[in-house]
């Protein structure tokens, strides 16, 4: 049961990060042993060059992680989050019953705290609830709410995507 938690924690991981503008560090969530989530240890050549993947794979995500601050910083449910955010006019306004909206915004982010996490592991091939069990938030549930603005997507206290219709 371990190694499906395992894969169940990494491929909500390695999704939430991807979203949210992680790239590297999704790449060595979901695939930490190589080049594809399959990849094991081996021998001879083929070992050297799958040891240079996983150590190309873990310096691009500790520069990105180190980096994270860059990130657009937002609030949603008095959490922070750290991710990409996205405004932009619609071609034409439209009307949500006696509103009218000439924008969106939409907000993809990982939490501080998942990241501060990952940030102390960056690239772990054992399965990763052995190593630290607070990246277990990231198979929590995911949770929708809806307001007459706007929709908020959350995968447990890990991910947060929301969309907002702006005046």
Sequence with gaps: MIYAD???IRAAS???LRLAGFGASSAA???PSGATPQSRPTSGRYERVRRETVDEKKA????ELKHRRDRAAFT???RRYLGRQIDFDLPAPITVGRNTFRSVRVRCGVSLDFLGELSKHPLVEDPIQE???DLKIAKERTTTDVSRKGARMHVG??????IDLRS
């Design 6 to 8: 395992d894969a169940i």
């Design 14 to 16: 390695a999704k939430s």
């Design 29 to 31: 969530m979901s695939a």
């Design 60 to 63: 691009r995500a500790e520069e």
């Design 76 to 78: 949603a449910n008095k």
């Design 131 to 133: 190593i630290d069990g």
């Design 157 to 162: 206290e890990a991910f947060v995507s929301e």
